[in-house]
């Protein structure tokens, strides 16, 4: 199993776990996160026979969008809501949650697998790319062992071993591996291999393959620990042993013998290891007791230790002597120098003023300088390159003897450099208020030379001080210098960068002010003159304020400060250019604050009084904010639920009268400041108005007078006698359940079909014990029987059938005066006749509603179970729209097509033909003209009744 099957096993166990615990509870069950590539299982309790699982953004793909549980896999890291909709025969339920999708980590582990190791010697393994781990070492099963719970894992196998490493992150599970190998042991060379040596002579062994280690002699006597190589001498034969090791923990030994020999070596040695041609130079052997040098014609002698040579070109001398009967040689070469012409290269051949070229001399091992600008400085220079101004200089070249070469150079004068500096704009405006203040860029490209220096230097309004180009974004018109050189010149150029001065704005209010708690409007009005529109604006507020904006970015803002806050307007006109900023500063007053006072707050109603004998209060306010700035007063304003108040409707006193109703009103006290905008305080005070009116004139009503009940329902009855309460009243409901009733809102009911006649009295505390009105009224409530309406499948036995895909089915309703048809996924031929014709699509649910009357109805219901034999969806792959009659038009193929988008494209790519109607096909014309005889290429994308989705490409041939 791969590393993501076991990532994606592992995440849908664990959501199907969460899954589980929570289905205990709610109807619809979506976990609200998961992870890239798992298994997220939807599922829901309700039970019905229609579902619809969707995701948004679309991508994602549900396994079965339409059955009660399902599962799907995100592709991708991402937010997406998913929606289900069941229903029928319940009714339907919507459940939409939202899901976030994290990615799964990427697992590292360091170092790289496979890892090579020694035998039991720790190793430590580093995880990153989660932000847990664990670490697990073999066997896996039955029970993992857990070696580490952090990124590291220290081990220590003695065995080829492969550990595994699981990394969580966002609740998304990776899976790691590396493999850990067993270096076999080290195997440990010396060179040379097998060694001889002359009596007393020295050798010098090496050892390889490992990183230290230690020599031993006979005896266990270590003569050298750490380096590879020692030197032994010999005088008798030996075997040495050397022992290697490496920093893993692997180590090693091999043993070298070394034999004794009789060769030896000659040290030959000269009095120089040069000459110039004629010269001589001493050569002198030493290490043996003879001494013969192979014939040379430059030789002085060709025995002895000590010889003269005369090489007239770079001659090796060889020298043989013996010692101790051992014989042994020696070598030494005589270079002969021919010096050839000196040369000198000049890194410029002319300078300008102040600017310096670089000289340098080849051809021999030492050199002198001389020159007209160097004398009384400092004469000569021993170096074989030095830097000059313009001049003339010799240098002379030697290698250390007398032999010697010459050459000479001149440096001319050059005039400063020309530099030019162009411009991207001729002008440019202010673009940014903010500290430093900023304009629109204005390119600067200087040319003439290879390198250059800006000014005024960084930091300033440049965004580059060296370079050939840079970006001057300076608040005011302003002057910029440029520096050219190259390696032998430079030069100056001046350039002026204009800045447009600022426009100006006006904000209206100029000075706004309102009360705590309300808003201010705040609008720029107009600009300077010659702005370019079209205008956008934004307002900003102290960093250390409330977000109290509503829309920064809009020419009008509605600010709701809640102390006085300073904001700041500005615009951008058409070119970006920004205008000076404008500041507007609120004034934020406290609410008016009052309370109403009463003598009492109960009058009686008007013309009717019973123990009261004024109908009228004066009321007052006592004000709070004391303090207010000069110049704010309060107002005062009167209101009332009825609108009745007699006096003073602008002060703070008032005459308030009771209502012609008898009921409850609130009168209303609003404050404020002088008429400023959001600034009102309100108080209100309860009069309440005692009903003194007896009963003279009974009413009452139902939901709808004379109203139509079906057998078996039920009515509420109230009574709307207009007079005092409390009201004692008596009902008469013949046929009702119950017959009488003293309450003022009783409910009856009705078991038999009939007209019932309803007969109500009332009186209250003011009608006299004889007065006691009334009403009735004859047949008031009608009663129907409630019908049973069956539907008759008349070309099937049964109740449910099963039927074939588009397999017309007629179906007869009965028990009922009249009837509704309605049905799910499916065509009616009609909705209200008795005996409608069903074309089934889908699984279908019929749903006859009978009715005896408007109000009495009822439901009988018929499950159409359709057989999906929908084939498949296709294009011809030709067609001739010839006007033939026959296959004339290009149409998209299938039996049970319920949505398609057919498209056509010719060879070059263009869409010719695109419908979503599966009726409708192309013709073979584009924009009203006939299409020629090809190739075309079509992409059929749909989804049949049966649910199953198609997706087509290919070819189709046009033929005239």
Known sequence: MNKKRILYSLTSLILLCLISVRAQTPTFTIPVTGCVGANVVLSTSVAATNYTWSIAPVGPIIASPNVQNTNVVFPGAGTFTITCTAGSPAPVSTYTQAITINPAPSITISPVSPVNVCSGFPTTFTATGATSYTWLAPPLLPIPTIISTNSLATVSPTANTTYTVLGSASSCTALGLVTANINPALTIGVTPASPSVCLGGTIQLTANNANTYTWVAPGNTTISAGPATVVVTQTAATTYTVYGSVPAGCSGSTAVQVNMSTPFPIIVAASSATVCPGGSVTLTAAGATTYTWAANSSLSSTSGPTVIASPTTSTTYSVSGTLNGCVGTGSITINTVVLPPVTIAATASAVCQNYQATLTANGAANYTWTGTPLTGTFTPVFINAISVFAGTYTVVGSNGGICTSTATIKIDTLPPLNIQVAQSSATTCVVTNNNPCLSQPVTLIASGATNYQWSPPCPSFLNLCVGGTVAARPCTTSTVQVIGTTASCSGTAVVTVSVIPQFTIAVVPIQPITCLGSCINMSITGTGSNVPAPLTYSWTEPSNALATLDNPLSRTVVACPTVNTTYTAVAYDSRGCISAPRLVSTTILPV?????????????FVNDLVGNTSNTINVGVTVGNPGLPNGVVYTYTWSSSNGLILTNLNSPTAIISASSIATPLIYTLSLGYNGISGCLGTDTILINVIDCRKVTAVSFTTVTQRDTLCAGQCITFTNTTDAAQTQTVVWNFPGGTPSTSTLQAPNVCYNLPG?????????????????LPGIGYQNYITVVDVPNPQIRPVTFNQKDTTVQF??????????ATWYNWSTTGSVANCTTCISPTIIALQNTQVILTGYNSRKCSYTDTLDIIVIPDCGEMFVPTAFSPNNDGVNDVLYARGKCLET???????????????????KKGWDGTFNGDLMNTGVFVYRLEGKGYDGKGYSYKGNVTLIR
């Open 592 to 604: 008016p604050a009052g309370t109403i006072t009463a003598p009492t707050n109960t009058m009686c």
């Open 806 to 815: 588009g397999t017309p089915v007629v179906l007869t309703a009965t028990n």
């Open 900 to 918: 398609l988008k057919f498209q056509v494209f010719n060879r070059w790519g263009e869409m010719v033909f695109e419908t979503t109607d599966p």
């Open 755 to 771: 007209k019932f006649n309803v007969t109500l009295t009332a009186k209250n505390n003011y009608n006299l014990p004889t007065e």
